[in-house]
C-alpha cells in the first residue's frame, strides 16, 4: 500500500460512524451484509449510512455487491490487511516485535 492509500483509508476510518460500520462488516465476514441490515444494526438512518458506505468504498475499506434487488456490502480484507501492513512497516527498528503481554517489565 502507498502512502496516498494508507491516508484515504485512514481518513475514512477516522469517523465513529463509518469505523462502526468497518468493524460491523469485518465481524460479518466475506459475506457481507445489505445496507438495511447495517443499518438496523447500528440505529442509523439510511441517508446517513448511504453517505458513509461510499466513503469507505472510495477508500477502498468495503466492495458492494449486487445479490438480486439488494447491494451486499463486504469489507474489503486485502485493503484492511495492507493497511495493518503499513502501519507496522518497519516495526520496532527492524528487530522482532514481543508479544504485548511481554513487553509489560
Known amino acids: 500500500m ?8 485512514l481518513a475514512a476510518l477516522a ?3 463509518r ?3 468497518f468493524r460491523l462488516l469485518v465481524q460479518a465476514g466475506p459475506a457481507g451484509m445489505a ?3 447495517i443499518a438496523e444494526a447500528l ?3 439510511a441517508s446517513s449510512l448511504s453517505f458513509h458506505l461510499k466513503e469507505l468504498s472510495h477508500a477502498g475499506l468495503i466492495i458492494p455487491q449486487q445479490q438480486g434487488r439488494f447491494i451486499i456490502y463486504a ?3 486485502e485493503t484492511m490487511n495492507g493497511l ?8 520496532c527498528g ?5 508479544p504485548s503481554c511481554c513487553t509489560h517489565t
Not at 502507498?2 to 483509508?9: H, S, V, W
Not at 495493518?84 to 516495526?91: A, H, K, P, V
Request: charged letters at 15%; a negative charge.
Open 84 to 91: 495493518l501492513s503499513f502501519l507496522t512497516e518497519n516495526c
Open 2 to 9: 502507498d502512502t496516498k492509500a494508507a491516508i484515504a483509508a
Open 15 to 17: 469517523q465513529e460512524s
Open 19 to 21: 469505523l462502526a460500520v
Open 75 to 77: 469489507a474489503q480484507f
Open 94 to 98: 527492524g528487530d522482532p516485535c514481543l
Open 43 to 45: 440505529g442509523m438512518p
Open 35 to 37: 445496507a438495511s441490515r
